[in-house]
C-alpha cells in the first residue's frame, strides 16, 4: 500500500484485503525503453507510467473501450491485459457514464481507478458523473475520490468535430476536479504518475498530434520521479513577452518566439501543466516581470481558459501592465474536418507572431 | 404471504425497524410544519417495507467489511437496517453543524462506510453506476461482499440505469437492484414511464435473474432479496427485483397529489405494510400484543430522544463552506469578506 491509498483507507475505514496479487511477470520491451535508457515519445511515456503505476500498486486498474487484447484505440495499453489479467484491464461497453460512474464506486472502496476515454471528445457522455458526483464526493463528506480519467484530445489530425475536441473548459468550472495537460513526454510521464496517486479526481489530456511526434522524443529519469500537479514550468525564459499557454500550442508558441527572437523580441513562455488548480502565482510572476502578456490555447475563444487568467492578472498586477492581456485561440465554431477549414480554425505560428508584434509594439 | 424463513427475535426486529421508519418520519412531518426542516421532506408512508425487508437481506457489519447498500430517496428504512442513527437523519434534515455532512447536504445523502451505505445524489439513476462499481471492487479484490441498491420507477427510464445495470450484468458483478415500483414518479404514472407490462420484465434485456414481489409483504420482499443476495455471493451475478408499492404521500411534503384518482390512496391505506405484518405476527404467533407495543413504546423513545438531540445542535459557522474541495488546496474566502482588502495586490 502507498502512503496515499493507506490515508484513504483510514477516512474511508475500508481494510485492506491484500488479496489483489501485484504481477511479478517480466516486463515487456515496449515498457522497458527508459528503464534501458532508450528515448521515448510522449505515448510510449504515458504508457511507461500506467505500467509502472499498475506494478507499483495493485490498487490501480484501468477502464475503457477496446483497451485489452486489442490494447486501446492508439495502442496504449498493448499488453497490459497478457501481464495484469482482465480483472485489472476491463474492456467496458461503450458506456462512458457508466464506466465512470463505476471508477466512483470503486475509488469508494479504496481501489484507484484509471480510465480512458477513447476520444476525449466522449467525455461529454461522463459529464454528469464527473462534475455532480465525482466532483462534489470530498465535500459532500462521501471520502476522496482517487480517480483518473485519461484520453486523447485535439485537433490537426483532420478527425472532424468529434474526435479533435478540447473539451478542458467544460470542466473547468467544477469545483473539485483537477486538470491536467502535459506538453512534453517527462511532465507527461511525471503528471500521470501524480495524477494516479493523488486523492482527488483528475482530468488527464494528452493531446493526440503529440503522441508519437519525433520532436518530443527524449530520454527520461529511471528513477521513479513525479510532477507535481498544479505547478507551472517555464519552457523558455524571456524578458519581454509573457506567453501563458499549455499542451501543443507550447510548441507552436516556441516556434513563434524563434522567429522573434531575430527581431529581438525576446518571448517567455509559461507551460502551465496543470489548468486545474492554475498556478496563478507563476503567472503573475511573470507578468511583473516582462509586462506584456499574450494567452494562447487551442481551445474556442469564449469561456476559454485566457479569460480567466486574464482576470487574475488584472486582479493581482494591473498595474504591472504595459499593454493589454491578449489571446491568441481557435474560433468559436465546431472543429472542421478538411484541411484548408481546420488550418483556419487551429490557432497557427504566425497569429502567435502577430499578437506579439502587436505587444511589443503597444 | 410468504412464509417466515426468519427466528422470531429476527422478526420482532424487523418489526422494529418497520416501527422506527413510520415514527421518524411523523416526527420530521411535525418538525417539518414547524418551520424546523430546511427544504423537502419525502415520505416513504405505506412502502417502508420494501426498504427494511431488502436491507434485512444483507451481511451487516460495523467495521466496513459488510455488504454495502445505496438508498433511494423513500429508503429511509434500510439505512436504518445498516445502523444509520435517527438523530443523524434528523440533523440531515434540519441542516444542523454536527449532521454527517456537516449542514452541506440533506436528508438521506450521507455515508457511513464502515456500517456499509452510500448516500444518493439527486441525478437519477446514477447510483447504479455508482454502486456497480461497488461491486465490480468485490469482484476484483475477490471479496465476498455484495452491493445492494434501489431506483425508483421513474429512473428506471435514465441513460445511467442503463449503463450502470448493463455493465454490472456483462461483468456478472455481484449487485442486486430493486425497482422500487411505488406508482408514481413526482405526479408521472407508471404507465408513461415505460412500455413494459412490469419492470421486471427488463431482467431478460440484460440477461440476469429476475423476480418480483408484493413490496408491502416485508418478509415477501427479505426472501426474494435474500435469493438474489445469496446468488450474488456465489459469484452469479447481478439481479434486478421489481417491489410493487404505493406512494401515499406526495413526492415531497408540498404536493398537493391532485393528480391521485380517487379512491387510490384509501385502496392502498388497506394494505398497509405495517398493519399487514403486525396482524401477521400475532395470527401466526410469532409474537403477543404486549411485545409488539413494547418494540413500538422503546421506538417511541429512542425517537423522541433524537428530536430532543436534533433540534438542540447547532448550526454549521458560514466559513465551513470552505474546506474539503481537495485534499492538498483550499477554497479561496471571499476577498471582499477578507481583512487583506487593504494589501492587496
Sequence with gaps: MDENSGNQEQELGIRDTGEILATVLEKPEHVRNTQDGKPVTMLEAIREALWEEMERDPNVFIMGEDIGVYGGAFKMTEGFIDHFGENRIIDTPISEAGFTGAAAGAAHMGLRPVVEMQFMDFVSCAYEPLTNYIATSRWRHAGAMPLVVRGPVGGGVRGGPFHSQNPEMAFFHTPGLKIVYPSTARDAKGLLKAAIRDDDPVLYFEHKKLYRAPFLREVLPKDDYVVPLGKSRTHRAGKDISIITYGMMVHESAKAADELSRDNIDVEIIDLRTLLPLDEDAIIESVKKTNRVLVVHEDTRTGGIAGEISMRINERAFEYLDAPPLRVTAIDTPVPYSPPLEDYYLPQVSDIVTACRYLAKY | ?345
Design chain 2, 1 to 345: 404471504m410468504s412464509k417466515a424463513s426468519l427466528k422470531r427475535e429476527q422478526l420482532h426486529e424487523v418489526y422494529y425497524y418497520l416501527q422506527l421508519t413510520r415514527q421518524v418520519e411523523q416526527v420530521l412531518t411535525n418538525l417539518y410544519r414547524q418551520n424546523k426542516v430546511i427544504g423537502g421532506l419525502y415520505r416513504s408512508l405505506g412502502q417502508e417495507a420494501t426498504a427494511v425487508g431488502s436491507a434485512y437481506a444483507l451481511r451487516r457489519r460495523e467495521d466496513g467489511t459488510g455488504d454495502i447498500l445505496s438508498p433511494a430517496i423513500r429508503n429511509l428504512g434500510s439505512l436504518f437496517v445498516m445502523g444509520a442513527q435517527p438523530a443523524d437523519v434528523m440533523k440531515q434534515y434540519m441542516a444542523k453543524g454536527d449532521s454527517p455532512t456537516r449542514g452541506r447536504e440533506q436528508n438521506v445523502h450521507f455515508c457511513d462506510y464502515e456500517k456499509g451505505f452510500i448516500g444518493l445524489i439527486s441525478h437519477l439513476g446514477i447510483m447504479v453506476e455508482i454502486m456497480c462499481g461497488v461491486a465490480l471492487s468485490f469482484k476484483l479484490r475477490n471479496e465476498s461482499r455484495v452491493a445492494l441498491t434501489y431506483i425508483g420507477d421513474g429512473a428506471s427510464s435514465t441513460g445511467a440505469f442503463h449503463e450502470g445495470f448493463n455493465f454490472a450484468a456483462v461483468q456478472k458483478a455481484p449487485l442486486v437492484l430493486i425497482i422500487e415500483n411505488n406508482c408514481y414518479a413526482y405526479s408521472t404514472p407508471v404507465s408513461r414511464q415505460t412500455a413494459c407490462e412490469s419492470f421486471v420484465d427488463k431482467a431478460a434485456g440484460y440477461g440476469v435473474h429476475g423476480e418480483r414481489c408484493d413490496g408491502n409483504d416485508v418478509l415477501a420482499v427479505y426472501e426474494m432479496t435474500k435469493k438474489a443476495v445469496d446468488r450474488a455471493r456465489a459469484g452469479e451475478g447481478a439481479s434486478l427485483l421489481e417491489v410493487m408499492t404505493y406512494r401515499r404521500m406526495g413526492h415531497a411534503e408540498h404536493d398537493s397529489q391532485q393528480y391521485v384518482p380517487a379512491g387510490e390512496r384509501e385502496a392502498w391505506e388497506l394494505k398497509d405494510p405495517l398493519a399487514r405484518y403486525e396482524a401477521r405476527l400475532l395470527a401466526e404467533g410469532y409474537a403477543e400484543q404486549q411485545e409488539l407495543d413494547a418494540i413500538a413504546a422503546r421506538v417511541a423513545e429512542e425517537v423522541d430522544r433524537a428530536r430532543e438531540a436534533a433540534e438542540s445542535a447547532g448550526m454549521p459557522q458560514p466559513e465551513w463552506a470552505l474546506g474539503g474541495v481537495y485534499g492538498d488546496a483550499e477554497t479561496a474566502a471571499p476577498w471582499t469578506r477578507t481583512a487583506g482588502i487593504r494589501n492587496r495586490n
